[in-house]
Structures are given as structure tokens and as C-alpha cells.
């Protein structure tokens, strides 16, 4: 990628929530993923402060999102409400083919935010890849609870801490892309 592709990438991401049907291949799943872990990580996070897990299959993904809703329904956080886990036509994971779920070292102060770093290298890659991507906080509260990390497999000694939604987009949102930062020249 040219410095202006990589710029067209950035501009032109936006949060795809409709997908074509078809699956997106191992080969390019794992291109992207070894794109996501380039991401910056300092010195203290060592070589591996992530584990990369992902779920394929849209039915599949479609049935655990009913569960992750509901989940999260029942257990809103003192004094929140989420909206959204009753919000018609609210999906957890749009009928996407793949979901990446980066899992951060437990106890390791820096690991979230190096799951953070890696997920938004990936939206880019992605959207240079000519894919759609959708980077999905909603499935979080139900991934971390202990028997469903249990239940898919998650890495023990990790937490899921950024989920990103995968597929070939089947729509153009125009998105409301933020205006040009004001900037204090110091
Ligand atoms: C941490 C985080 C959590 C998000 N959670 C959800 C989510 O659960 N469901 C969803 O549809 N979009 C989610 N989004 C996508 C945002 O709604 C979206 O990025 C924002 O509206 C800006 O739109 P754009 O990505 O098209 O530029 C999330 C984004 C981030 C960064």
C-alpha cells in the first residue's frame, strides 16, 4: 500500500452492519490478522500481550449474538441501562461471516490497550483489503462472563477486550466522517 492508499483507507472506513453471505477464507483472515499484530506495543507488554481467537460461521455468530443481547440485558451495570439490549433490530454481531475477538493478558496493565491498538490496525487492513468491518463493544459483557469464555474456548489467563466484526460489506454507509481536528500549535 502507497501512502494514499493507506489514507483512502482510513477516510473510507466506516462500520459496515450488512454483510454478503459468503464466508471470508482462512488465508485472508489470517493475512489480516497478522496486519493487526504490526500494532505499536511498548517495551512492558513483551512480545505477546494478546491472544487472537476467532469465531466463524454467520448462523453461528447470529445465535450468539441472541445470547450475548439477552445476557446483557439481565446484567446491566449498576446505575446504567443499556439501551441497546432492547432496541428492536439491534444485532450483536450483523450477520457477519468472522468475528476476531482479541483476548488481553489478565493482570497486565498495558494488555486492553494493546488488544485496542492491534483491533484499529485491523479495521484499516481490512478496509484496504476491500473488506467491512465493525469493531463491536455489545458482545463484551457476555464473552467475559466465565462459563461462555469457557463454553467457545477463549485462552484462560485472558479476557476478551475488543471484538471486530469481519465479512464483504453489502452496504456503502456515508457514516459521518469527523471534521478536521482543532489543533493548539504549542
Ligand atoms: C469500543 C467500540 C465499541 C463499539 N461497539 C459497537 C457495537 O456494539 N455495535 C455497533 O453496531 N457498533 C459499535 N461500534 C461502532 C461505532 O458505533 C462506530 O465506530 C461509530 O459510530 C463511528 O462510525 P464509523 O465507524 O462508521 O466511523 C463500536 C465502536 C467502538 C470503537
Given amino acids: 500500500m502507497n501512502g494514499n492508499t493507506i489514507l ?5 472506513r466506516r462500520s459496515i452492519r450488512v454483510y454478503r453471505p459468503e464466508p471470508v477464507g482462512r488465508a485472508v ?12 506495543t511498548p517495551p512492558v507488554s513483551g512480545s505477546s500481550p ?19 443481547k439477552e445476557y446483557a440485558r439481565i446484567h446491566q451495570p449498576p446505575g446504567q441501562h443499556w439501551e441497546w439490549t432492547e432496541r428492536p ?22 494488555a486492553a490497550f494493546d488488544c485496542c491498538r492491534a483491533a484499529q490496525t485491523l479495521l484499516i487492513a481490512a478496509q484496504g483489503m ?34 471486530v466484526l469481519i465479512g464483504y460489506p453489502a452496504e456503502q454507509p456515508d457514516g459521518q466522517p469527523r471534521p478536521r481536528p482543532d489543533v493548539q500549535w504549542c
Fill in 89 to 110: 433490530g439491534f444485532e450483536v454481531f450483523w450477520n457477519a461471516p468472522a468475528a476476531v475477538i482479541f483476548c488481553a493478558r489478565s493482570g497486565h496493565p498495558e
Fill in 50 to 68: 494478546w491472544r487472537l481467537c476467532v469465531i466463524e460461521g454467520a448462523a453461528r455468530l447470529a445465535a450468539f449474538g441472541v445470547r450475548a
Fill in 29 to 40: 483472515l489470517e493475512e489480516l490478522l497478522f496486519a493487526a499484530v504490526q500494532a505499536p
Fill in 8 to 12: 483512502a483507507a482510513i477516510h473510507g
Fill in 130 to 163: 476491500g473488506l467491512g468491518s465493525c469493531w463491536v463493544g455489545a458482545p463484551l459483557p457476555w464473552l467475559t462472563s466465565p462459563a461462555v469464555a469457557d463454553e467457545l474456548g477463549l485462552p484462560g489467563g485472558h479476557e476478551a477486550s475488543a471484538v
